[in-house]
């Protein structure tokens, strides 16, 4: 889609994306004269496969200090972006045939993922009823002896929800009767975040020596052309993981490592706060937009990232003014892209009855934007 709306814009129309998951900040300036400086002093060897010492020293702790985590260096493998860090554990953990359960909606990378390493990804779907998280009836019927994990995303892409401690908790309580499954947690969005209290599956005892934590620097830190992320884990897991990385891509951007340790060791708070401001500002317009304009499309408030999954049900089956009849997120995305809003279709990750908005770009844009939108979903006949 986004190929599509570069077309589009070379031929001359006009057309507003809501499509991008990537801030649309610059990289803060301690992180830049970080990098800068790294480049002058000559840091350009091949770096450690599982990062540099001090980079894995400050991610342990900083889960320590944020979390209460009692991680150490050794156990954090720095990687080419979050998603190596995911499949790095997939293909470190899985066996052929074993499952993992994904609730959906879920990132799309997860299930090729899954699939790379020979395992079988059980979707389990949940609704805007249950805020688009897993309960827990919903795990226990899925888990047969072929279950070797279960990925959690919170703050979630698509949905923007987040599991809340005591969610978490009744999730553990089903997996405590089942230990041979591992949490691999999806944190690429947790510092940002407006609402409730941000927990990892990892704070809770049950379930500390078998979660993994992906997380990354992308999304927080506004680099995700930098591509670097890392994961925590038991030792031994965090060694294979490490000797997976190093027969792949080695070791991860040294220059990159360089400029995360001055975020991570930095005023991190500061960095950070502004975006997420504006973030939750967005947020807030559109939800308001949304319960006053397309009440239809039935508008939750995201607990986090800056993604609004909208669920355009009451819109299917129905014709465009010139004839066309949507009957698929699909045909809904691409009747939206010709009228001049570009959004993702629900069909990438696992729904075919939503799209998903970013609001990622400048407040006047995502105004503008759902103006678009609503002008045209309203103008569909029956």
């Given at each position: 889609m986004a190929q599509r709306v570069r077309e589009l814009r070379a031929a001359g129309k006009k057309v507003i994306s809501l499509l991008l998951g990537e801030p649309d900040f610059p990289v803060p300036v301690p992180l830049q004269e970080a990098a800068i400086a790294a480049i002058r002093e000559g840091h350009a060897p091949y770096p450690p496969v599982a990062g540099i010492p001090s980079l894995r020293e400050a991610i342990a702790a900083y889960y320590h200090r944020r979390y209460g985590l009692p991680y150490q260096g050794s156990q954090v493998v720095v990687s080419n972006g979050s998603k190596q860090a995911i499949?790095?554990?997939?293909?470190?953990?899985?066996?052929?045939?074993?499952?993992?359960?994904?609730?959906?909606?879920?990132?799309?990378?997860?299930?090729?993922?899954?699939?790379?390493?020979?395992?079988?990804?059980?979707?389990?779907?949940?609704?805007?009823?249950?805020?688009?998280?897993?309960?827990?009836?919903?795990?226990?019927?899925?888990?047969?002896?072929?279950?070797?994990?279960?990925?959690?995303?919170?703050?979630?892409?698509?949905?923007?929800?987040?599991?809340?401690?005591?969610?978490?908790?009744?999730?553990?309580?089903?997996?405590?009767?089942?230990?041979?499954?591992?949490?691999?947690?999806?944190?690429?969005?947790?510092?940002?975040?407006?609402?409730?209290?941000?927990?990892?599956?990892?704070?809770?005892?049950?379930?500390?020596?078998?979660?993994?934590?992906?997380?990354?620097?992308?999304?927080?830190?506004?680099?995700?052309?930098?591509?670097?992320?890392?994961?925590?884990?038991?030792?031994?897991?965090?060694?294979?993981?490490?000797?997976?990385?190093?027969?792949?891509?080695?070791?991860?951007?040294?220059?990159?490592?360089k400029a995360a340790l001055a975020g991570l060791t930095g005023d991190l708070e500061s960095l950070v706060a502004p975006m997420i401001e504006a973030f939750r500002a967005r947020r807030d317009a559109l939800y308001t937009y949304l319960q006053a304009h397309l009440p239809e499309t039935r508008p939750y408030l995201p607990a986090g990232a800056f993604y609004y999954f909208l669920d355009i049900s009451a819109f299917l089956d129905r014709e465009t003014p010139s004839g066309q009849?949507?009957?698929?997120?699909?045909?809904?995305?691409?009747?939206?892209?010709?009228?001049?809003?570009?959004?993702?279709?629900?069909?990438?990750?696992?729904?075919?009855?939503?799209?998903?908005?970013?609001?990622?770009?400048?407040?006047?844009?995502?105004?503008?934007?759902?103006?678009?939108?609503?002008?045209?979903?309203?103008?569909?006949?029956d």
């Open positions: 499949y790095n554990v997939l293909l470190a953990l899985l066996e052929p045939g074993e499952e993992v359960i994904v609730p959906a909606p879920y990132w799309v990378s997860y299930l090729p993922l899954i699939q790379l390493a020979e395992a079988r990804p059980i979707i389990l779907p949940t609704t805007v009823e249950t805020d688009y998280k897993l309960l827990p009836h919903q795990l226990e019927a899925a888990i047969t002896p072929a279950t070797r994990a279960l990925i959690l995303c919170s703050p979630s892409n698509p949905t923007g929800t987040a599991y809340t401690p005591t969610e978490l908790h009744a999730l553990a309580e089903v997996l405590e009767k089942h230990p041979q499954i591992w949490v691999i947690s999806d944190e690429i969005y947790e510092l940002i975040r407006y609402e409730g209290e941000a927990f990892s599956p990892a704070q809770l005892p049950a379930l500390y020596e078998r979660t993994v934590i992906c997380n990354g620097f992308s999304k927080a830190f506004a680099m995700p052309g930098w591509r670097l992320g890392y994961l925590l884990a038991p030792q031994p897991l965090a060694e294979a993981a490490t000797k997976v990385q190093g027969q792949t891509t080695a070791g991860a951007n040294i220059i990159a490592q009849r949507l009957t698929t997120a699909d045909d809904v995305a691409e009747y939206l892209l010709q009228e001049g809003v570009a959004v993702v279709s629900g069909s990438a990750f696992g729904s075919d009855r939503h799209i998903r908005l970013s609001y990622a770009v400048a407040l006047p844009e995502i105004e503008a934007g759902v103006q678009l939108l609503t002008q045209a979903l309203r103008a569909l006949q």
